[in-house]
């Protein structure tokens, strides 16, 4: 097949940067990084991109194609060729660019060391002589965190980034989430003060972008909701996040609906808000917040607070109650791929898997 | 009905903020209806959907309360519950997706329902969007058949906002890189589609109140690309997308000391305005921004 795309090319020590056309004949099974491999063999020899495993596991191939973060090695191109398209390739984005579509992974690996991506057991095997043994159920809260492959896919379109470049971002936070969730890590507590801080876990803004783009299904989006869940749960609160979060949870059990007037006060706290007397007077005029909030109160808010103390009772606190979304997409991925495994034992939720054959 | 077929009959959530701080979002939707011969049965023993800060803080409540509002959906008979909001959007179906899946997790949360005098849920509910109800097939008929006063090509610019496009895995209408939809319905009522990048972006509705810079930092860029792009006007289909850029593109213009002054419409209303609905049901005084150089500039 005809490929054709437009590459940005950039050269870091002059900064000089500039949109290449490229044109060349490809086998119909290409993938965007064989298109490279082929330009960079055939066309242009001074092209510089990272590559290493070809085949979804090491992460190095990280690029945008029109915008979107791919790894290259996924993306094949004759979907794009059918669909008469020439995309535009260029660097991941939040990431300093050093050549072509070469960027500085530094920022992202400093913001992974910060997570202190490594076990802190509150136990010694060898002190207790025995083992300790970890259910499949407690490894499935966090099963997709595992998978990352620190390609920074899900880092390059993060519009928190954009906006506060220090933010831990979708990758560093989706690894905390891996250690917060293991139920051999004892360092819990201390995890989530650490990732509370301002530019950790309520700086996302929830934009799904990382979510989208993510190649490995780690949904980091999900992730950071359930360090807040987490967090709420061992009363790691003092955020005006949390608050914000825990606003809501209150709302829907005494009135059924938002109490929205309220919620400035109940995230910031009275003192700052008094300081927003302008802005908030600015609302009022128009209808929309009132000087003495009325609560409005749902038909029936008397189920929405038994069925919280309900639910309560049953205890699936925390990333617990988010996991059970994930036994099911486990058995979409699983039926897609392979029929067969539909009924596999290791994803029945909620059961213990027996031990392996053999 | 098929999957993009036009329902005669919804249920109706209004979700919070359409009857709190945008009570002129649901009366452009109500009046909105009656021209599209949409029949709204109003859910109102329900609750709100959490916005993601119960599923954030709460998570199997979260679930229990969207089930809840799903249960009641399904009891009016219709097949579809009609959303005005990206964010009950995302909410609804994402629980809904979860239930449907999850037989023993269905059938524990219906448990629990009843067990507090909620019917049971089913799973027989589709949660849609107002705007893809009206984005093709026989809604997009009736709303080009409804739109006949026009917008004599106002410059109008399209805003997504990132819950009814991301993730595109719970949404599936359009591809959330390359939507449509907005666009349609901005030329079907006689405007012109502005394009540019952050269209598909963040407002920062959901850290303004807890992180006031970064959020406004998301903020300006829709609104100044627009202006940029020579919009006369923005429309959303989303009522917190809507509370930012118009209330707090003040606090935009204050941080930067620029005037923006960029009239930001409800999807009901720029339809509403094209279908000559009343002042009286679109409510612009109620926004901060003001609306009145797009209403003269139809007016001339
Ligand atoms: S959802 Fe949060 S972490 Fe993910 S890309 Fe958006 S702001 Fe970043
Ligand atoms: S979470 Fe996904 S996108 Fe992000 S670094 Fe890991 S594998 Fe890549
Ligand atoms: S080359 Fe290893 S992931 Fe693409």
Redesign the interface.
Same mark, same amino acid.
């Given at each position: 097949m005809q490929v054709a795309l437009k590459i940005w090319r950039y050269d870091g020590e002059t900064g000089e940067r500039r949109l290449q056309d490229y044109e060349l004949d490809a086998p119909e099974w290409a993938t965007l990084l064989d298109v490279l491999d082929l330009i960079k063999d055939q066309v242009d020899g001074s092209l510089a991109y990272r590559k290493s495993c070809r085949m979804m596991i090491c992460g190095s191939c990280g690029m945008r194609m029109d915008g979107a973060a791919v790894l290259a090695c996924k993306m094949r191109m004759a979907e794009v060729v059918d669909a008469g398209r020439v995309p535009v390739i260029s660097p991941m984005g939040n990431l300093p660019v050093v050549k072509d579509l070469v960027v500085d992974m530094e920022p992202f690996w400093a913001k992974m060391r910060a997570m202190q991506p490594w076990l802190r057991p509150g136990y010694n095997e060898a002190d207790e002589e025995r083992e300790f043994l970890v259910s499949q159920e407690q490894m499935n809260v966090i099963h997709k965190e595992a998978l990352c492959i620190n390609c920074g896919c899900c880092v390059s379109e993060c519009n928190s980034m954009e906006s506060d470049p220090d933010f831990l971002g979708p990758a560093a936070l989706a690894k905390g989430m891996r250690f917060v969730g293991d139920a051999r890590d004892a360092a819990t507590v201390e995890r989530l003060e650490a990732y509370n801080s301002e530019h950790g876990i309520w700086d996302c803004t929830r934009c799904y972008f990382c979510q989208e783009r993510c190649p490995k299904g780690v949904d980091p989006r999900d992730a950071i909701a359930k360090l807040g869940a987490e967090s709420i749960r061992h009363g790691v609160d003092r955020d005006m996040g949390a608050k914000h979060a825990k606003w809501f949870v209150q709302s829907a059990k005494t009135t059924g609906w938002l109490r929205e007037e309220e919620l400035i006060p109940k995230t910031q706290g009275w003192v700052s808000t008094v300081k927003q007397v302008q802005f908030a007077m600015s609302l009022m005029r128009k209808g929309k917040a009132r000087p003495l909030p009325i609560p409005h109160v749902a038909e029936g808010v008397e189920e929405a607070r038994a069925l919280y103390d309900l639910v309560k009772e049953q205890g699936r606190d925390g990333a617990l109650g988010i996991v059970q979304g994930e036994h099911a997409l486990a058995r979409i991925e699983f039926t897609e791929e392979g029929g067969a495994r539909r009924a596999a034992p290791e994803i029945e939720p909620g059961v213990e898997p027996p031990p392996a054959e053999g | 009905m098929d999957q993009n077929g036009f329902p005669e009959k919804v249920a109706y959530y209004t979700g *919070?903020?359409a =009857?709190?701080?945008a009570?002129e979002l649901d009366s452009s939707t109500r009046s909105l209806a009656v021209r599209l011969g949409l029949e709204l049965e109003t859910l109102?023993?329900? =609750? *709100?959907c %959490?916005? %993601? @800060?119960?599923?954030?803080?709460?998570? @199997?409540?979260?679930?229990?309360?969207n089930a809840?509002i799903l249960a009641y959906a399904e009891a009016t008979g219709a097949e579809t519950l009609m959303t005005i909001c990206n964010v009950c959007t995302l909410n609804l179906r /994402?629980a809904n997706?979860?239930l449907k899946?999850?037989d /023993? $997790?269905r059938a524990r949360v219906s448990r629990?329902?009843e067990?507090? %005098?909620?019917p049971a849920y089913s799973g027989g509910v589709e949660v849609r969007h107002l705007l893809w109800l009206v984005a093709e097939g026989e809604g997009h008929e009736r709303l080009k058949a409804a739109a006949h006063r026009g917008l004599r090509g106002l410059r109008v610019a399209p805003f997504y906002g *990132? /819950?009814i496009l991301?993730?595109?895995k719970l949404m599936g209408f359009e591809d959330? @890189?390359r939507p449509w939809s907005l666009e349609a319905i901005i030329q079907a009522c006689g405007g012109e589609a502005v394009d540019y990048?952050a269209k598909i972006?963040?407002c %920062?509705f959901?850290?303004i !109140? !807890?992180?006031e810079? =970064? !959020? $406004?930092?998301?903020l300006i860029q829709p609104i100044e690309q627009a202006i940029e792009a020579g919009a006369d006007a923005m429309v959303t289909p989303c009522p917190l997308c809507h509370?930012s850029l118009d !209330?707090w593109q /003040? +606090?935009l213009e204050a941080a930067t000391g620029r005037e923006f002054r960029l009239p930001i419409l409800h999807l009901a209303q720029l339809i509403g305005v094209a279908a000559g609905i009343e002042e009286s049901e679109l409510r612009f +005084?109620?926004?901060?921004v003001s609306v009145d150089p797009v209403l003269d500039k139809l007016a001339t």
């Open positions: - | *919070c903020l =009857t709190l701080s009570k109102e023993a329900v =609750t *709100c %959490g916005a %993601g @800060d119960i599923h954030e803080a709460e998570p @199997d409540y979260y679930l229990h309360l809840r /994402q997706w979860q899946i999850d /023993q $997790l629990n329902l067990a507090v %005098g909620v *990132c /819950q991301r993730p595109s959330p @890189d990048p972006k963040c %920062g959901p850290i !109140a !807890a992180r810079e =970064t !959020a $406004l930092g998301e509370l !209330a /003040q +606090k +005084k109620r926004h901060v």
